[in-house]
């Protein structure tokens, strides 16, 4: 039910006290049946919401009405905006608001129409109140480790993720959201069953390495993967636009010696030399390296836009969001002033020291039936060198079509919609 607390729009002034001595009066009354409501005032160009637990955040007269959650203004079905956004005029005002502990319900002056905001989907939509960013900018969710993570990696059973439905899924992509990797143990040692095992996160990513890939060191391609050399700690695919979000790695066969595998966690890097080097993070966080792939005829891959990205790269707030580090695949430093050449390679050297420090790498050897998944965005791998026989498998998956399915795992598992977040 909502309250009948009627504003009048056409009121100018008088306006914002009216509405705070109407909000002031619905918290007594509130009280007395303990119902802690927010409360909502109008502005003179919008409405602003106290939030019980602290807070206000303020909403435009514009945004609220271009959002609109009715089955008019936005398709129930496929979420998309019905409403034309054009239409509003510049001037839109409510006629009148009201609420109750669920939510806000406006009435649109010029056309009568009426929109209902839960409490909960204003609250996480709100801009105005969101918390500051934070110092170190590694997201909260983040485990960091380094090489003791050796004695518990983050493991499920193939089992668990082909039969236990959505919350074997979840449990697995839980473990690459916030470790940046997992194990997947009792994988038959075939490529057509670790196929499947992958396409039960999404479609594979398809690039010019092919869909599904099974390879060995038979220089087959013209990229160091396919030899035996030893790979220094990486990402992949610096040379797109869009580096793969997940890479899945299946050893088959091997017979010979070294090749073990190595782990590395970007962030728990990036975390280190913010805090020893500052000076060389905003190097790393601004610097633009030039990649490319180009060792196969018929191919030269550049990320665009020119000159390619930081190795260090940030959202709106601040947080890290992903590393792309292939030295090997760097281009010239065409575009570097000469006054940051230095601290450009002293930057890059510290770079290299922390992510080859004894304390960051994570060392195995995988062994066919044991495969790994990694997030591409933030673990670099690398392997030793080897020698005889060694026969891997795998492939990409785009990062949109992981996250994508993270979300729905968890939706899912907690018994939610998308209508419940979008
Ligand atoms: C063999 N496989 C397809 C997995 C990878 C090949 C890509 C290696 C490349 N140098 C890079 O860093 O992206
Ligand atoms: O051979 C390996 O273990 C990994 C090689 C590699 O870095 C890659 O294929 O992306
Ligand atoms: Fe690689």
Same mark, same amino acid.
């Given at each position: 039910?909502?309250?009948?607390?009627?504003?009048s729009?056409?009121m100018?002034?008088?306006?914002?006290?009216i509405?705070n001595?109407?909000?002031?009066?619905?918290?007594?009354a509130?009280?007395?049946?303990?119902?802690?409501?927010p409360?909502a005032?109008?502005?003179?160009?919008?409405?602003?919401?106290?939030?019980?637990?602290?807070?206000?955040?303020?909403?435009?007269?514009i945004?609220?009405?271009?959002?609109?959650?009715?089955?008019?203004?936005l398709h129930?079905?496929?979420?998309?905006?019905?409403?034309?956004?054009?239409?509003?005029?510049?001037?839109?005002k409510?006629?009148?608001?009201?609420?109750?502990?669920?939510? %806000?319900?406006?009435?649109?002056?010029?056309?009568?129409?009426?929109?209902?905001?839960?409490?909960?989907?204003?609250?996480s939509?709100?801009?105005?109140?969101q918390?500051?960013?934070?110092s170190?900018p590694?997201?909260?969710n983040?485990? /960091?480790?380094?090489? @003791?993570?050796?004695?518990?990696?983050?493991?499920?059973?193939?089992?668990s993720v082909?039969?236990?439905?959505?919350?074997?899924i979840r449990k697995?992509?839980?473990?690459?959201?916030?470790?940046?990797?997992?194990?997947?143990?009792?994988?038959?040692?075939?490529?057509?069953?670790?196929?499947?095992?992958?396409k039960?996160?999404s479609?594979?990513?398809?690039?010019?390495?092919?869909?599904f890939?099974d390879?060995?060191?038979?220089?087959?391609?013209g990229d160091?993967?396919?030899?035996? %050399?030893?790979?220094?700690a990486?990402t992949d695919n610096?040379?797109?636009?869009e580096p793969?979000g997940?890479?899945m790695?299946?050893? /088959?066969?091997f017979r010979?010696?070294?090749?073990?595998?190595?782990?590395?966690?970007?962030?728990? !890097?990036?975390?280190i /030399?913010?805090?020893?080097?500052?000076?060389?993070? @905003?190097?790393l966080s601004?610097?633009r390296?030039?990649?490319?792939?180009?060792g196969?005829?018929?191919?030269?891959?550049?990320p665009t836009?020119?000159?390619?990205?930081?190795?260090?790269?940030?959202?709106e707030?601040g947080?890290l969001y992903?590393i792309r580090?292939?030295?090997?695949?760097?281009?010239?430093?065409?575009?570097l002033?000469y006054?940051?050449v230095?601290p450009?390679?002293? !930057?890059?050297?510290?770079?290299?020291a922390?992510?080859?420090?004894?304390?960051?790498?994570?060392?195995?050897?995988?062994?066919?039936?044991?495969?790994?998944?990694f997030?591409?965005?933030?673990?670099?791998?690398?392997?030793?060198?080897?020698t005889?026989?060694?026969?891997?498998?795998?492939?990409?998956i785009?990062?949109?079509?992981y996250?994508s399915?993270?979300?729905?795992?968890?939706?899912k598992?907690?018994n939610?919609?998308v209508?419940d977040v979008?």
């Open positions: 039910m909502f309250s009948r607390l009627n504003k729009a056409s100018r002034s008088p306006l914002r006290l509405s001595h109407i909000a002031r009066s619905s918290v007594s509130r009280q007395t049946t303990s119902v802690v409501s409360l005032t109008l502005s003179s160009s919008g409405i602003r919401v106290s939030w019980p637990e602290g807070g206000e955040s303020h909403f435009h007269n945004w609220l009405r271009d959002h609109c959650r009715c089955p008019r203004c129930q079905v496929t979420r998309q905006r019905l409403f034309d956004t054009f239409s509003i005029p510049d001037t839109i409510p006629s009148n608001i009201d609420w109750d502990d669920q939510g %806000l319900r406006i009435r649109w002056g010029e056309s009568d129409h009426e929109s209902n905001f839960r409490w909960p989907w204003l609250r939509n709100s801009f105005t109140s918390t500051p960013s934070q170190i590694i997201p909260s983040k485990i /960091l480790w380094g090489k @003791e993570i050796a004695q518990n990696p983050p493991t499920v059973s193939y089992q082909m039969q236990d439905g959505e919350e074997g697995w992509l839980d473990y690459i959201d916030s470790h940046g990797f997992c194990y997947v143990t009792g994988v038959p040692v075939s490529p057509e069953k670790t196929e499947e095992l992958a039960m996160i479609h594979i990513r398809m690039t010019h390495w092919g869909g890939w390879f060995t060191a038979d220089e087959s391609r160091t993967a396919y030899s035996n %050399l030893a790979l220094r990486h610096t040379y797109y636009t793969s997940l890479q790695f299946h050893m /088959l066969e010979g010696k070294g090749g073990e595998s190595l782990l590395v966690d970007g962030f728990q !890097a990036a975390k /030399l913010k805090e020893k080097y500052p000076e060389s993070y @905003e190097i601004t610097v390296i030039p990649t490319h792939a180009a196969d005829d018929g191919f030269l891959f550049q836009p020119n000159p390619g990205y930081p190795i260090l790269n940030h959202g707030g947080e992903q580090y292939n030295n090997d695949d760097r281009s010239t430093m065409r575009h002033p006054e940051q230095e450009f390679y002293t !930057a890059l050297k510290r770079w290299s922390i992510l080859t420090d004894v304390g960051s790498e994570y060392w195995r050897q995988l062994t066919p039936g044991t495969l790994v998944v997030d591409n965005w933030r673990v670099l791998h690398g392997r030793a060198a080897f005889g026989y060694r026969r891997l498998c795998g492939c990409y785009s990062w949109d079509d996250q399915r993270l979300k729905v795992a968890r939706l598992t907690n939610k919609q209508k979008i």
